[in-house]
């Protein structure tokens, strides 16, 4: 498994150094941005998105809208189960970094802070931003749809730097996707019912309030008729 494009000519390794060419010509502040973008940036992101979601969400009274906020809590724990599936997946495809493989390449802000003794099937970085946005797509599709947006503008800052190859981040996109959407039925059976009885309490002590005002409207109209 180790032969993954790692020699001769082909698609992956001929975009890998189309896109991290752009690096070569681009001026460094560019590259130094990308590096910050894509190491941290695009990350930090995608959890203001989520918490954005998350206080929209909040003003909202609906019984529906616990589902949207399972979606929430899945989102965050399926980028953490994705990112422990890669971990036994890299060893077995054990595919070096396209750096230690192929001359020429612009590793860009060092490598991005990646361990070059490392494998780089598949991206992490491109698996958890994948994960947090399809996970707030199925929340809210209009925040969502940035964040999956992001997620690939992630993927292509990985390839820019030099760190991965494209076929690296696909595969990180496909098993974001796919953590997040396959279990996420059973997940929303679990987390839907303790979503409602979280909110459920937290809304408690607003509601107690206009219900004893009902009561008190009630037995002054039964006074009303007993007059």
Not at 119 to 131: G, I, Q
């Amino acid at each position: 498994m180790a032969g993954l494009t790692t020699g001769g000519p082909n698609v992956d390794v001929s975009l890998l150094y189309e896109i991290n060419g752009l690096a070569r010509r681009a001026p460094g502040w560019i590259d130094r941005a990308v590096s910050v973008i894509g190491d941290y940036g695009i990350p930090l992101a995608l959890v203001l998105l989520v918490l954005w979601c998350w206080r929209g969400l909040r003003r909202q009274d609906e019984t529906s809208v616990a589902e949207s906020f399972a979606a929430l809590v899945w989102a965050p724990v399926a980028a953490g189960i994705a990112l422990l599936v890669n971990v036994p997946l890299r060893g077995f495809v054990g595919r070096p970094r396209p750096f230690l493989q192929h001359e020429g390449l612009e590793v860009v802000g060092g490598g991005g802070g990646v361990d070059a003794s490392g494998f780089s099937f598949v991206s992490d970085h491109a698996t958890m931003a994948m994960a947090l946005g399809v996970g707030l797509f199925v929340a809210n599709r209009r925040l969502g749809a940035i964040g999956i947006g992001l997620a690939l503008l992630e993927g292509l800052c990985r390839v820019y730097m030099g760190v991965h190859y494209p076929t690296d981040v696909v595969g990180g996109l496909a098993l974001g996707t796919a953590v997040v959407l396959v279990p996420a039925p059973l997940a929303m059976a679990v987390l839907g019912p303790v979503v409602r009885v979280v909110r459920g309490r937290g809304r408690g002590a607003v509601v107690a309030r206009p219900v004893a005002g009902a009561g008190v409207e009630a037995g002054a109209g039964e006074k009303d008729l007993a007059a």
